[in-house]
């Protein structure tokens, strides 16, 4: 397994699109974890799932976000009705639930939105 | 409210010198972890190194070697014979099995030179 990976690396869209973009965890990892990372700060956590629960949410989250994951497998996170102020990396992580405290990162989605 | 500060926006050291990255945190919970995480330039987060808090032993994982003040809420990590592929980003963060998400301070940006 190669790790974490994510898809797409770079998106630029236009304020007011919708964006979505898929996360493929470590295999044998069923706990998931979306974050948001702007310019000059630390990631943020979002969301996670446990197999295909989506057990948490931050109040960052707002009503324009949402996250799935089917089948416990790779999950997808969508912004609606982008905003300027969502120009971030978005970053996914994965872990085994045992070990739930060592998350493996991808390298993220840089999303511009003009 | 859960906080992690890293004082340092920048740091530098010469090759084969010895640097210190400065963390403080600041939670009530008792039962945490705590981590460094590297970013290079090319965004995907590796972790460093891991310190439970119920342990007193300080971690070490090779060149990496933490100072854990559990009382002073202070986390530091020490890396012995810098080396080029050092110079990243590097991310202090704690994770609390409760709330199962990491917080992040807002990052040190290590120089290494030649």
């Known amino acids: 397994d190669t790790g974490v990976s994510q898809d797409p690396r770079h998106k630029i869209t236009k304020r007011g699109q919708n964006v979505t973009f898929r996360c493929d965890p470590i295999?044998?990892?069923?706990?998931l974890y979306w974050y948001r990372q702007t310019l000059g700060q630390g990631p943020e956590f979002l969301t996670y799932?446990?197999?295909?629960?989506?057990?948490?949410k931050s109040r960052l989250l707002s009503d324009r976000f949402s996250a799935e994951r089917p089948k416990g497998s790779f999950s997808t996170l969508e912004i609606q009705r982008t905003e300027q102020g969502d120009s971030a990396m978005y970053l996914c992580?994965?872990?085994?639930?045992?070990?739930?405290?060592?998350?493996?990162f991808g390298p993220g989605t840089r999303l511009t939105v003009t | 409210a859960q906080t992690v500060t890293q004082s340092q926006p920048e740091m530098s050291v010469q090759e084969a010198e010895t640097v210190t990255l400065s963390c403080t945190y600041d939670t009530s919970e008792s039962d945490y972890y705590l981590f460094w995480y590297k970013q290079p330039p090319s965004r995907q987060m590796i972790l460093v190194i891991r310190q439970e808090a119920y342990k007193q032993q300080n971690a070490t994982e090779n060149r990496f070697s933490v100072n854990f003040q559990k009382a002073a809420k202070s986390f530091s990590l020490k890396i012995s014979d810098s080396q080029l592929g050092d110079a990243a980003m590097y991310f202090c963060?704690?994770?609390?099995?409760?709330?199962?998400?990491?917080?992040f301070g807002t990052g040190t940006s290590l120089t290494v030179i030649p």
């Open positions: 799932f446990q197999n295909e629960a989506q057990l948490e």
């Open positions: 295999s044998e990892h069923n706990r």
């Open positions: 992580a994965s872990s085994l639930e045992r070990v739930f405290y060592e998350q493996y």
């Open positions: 963060a704690y994770f609390i099995g409760t709330g199962n998400q990491f917080y």
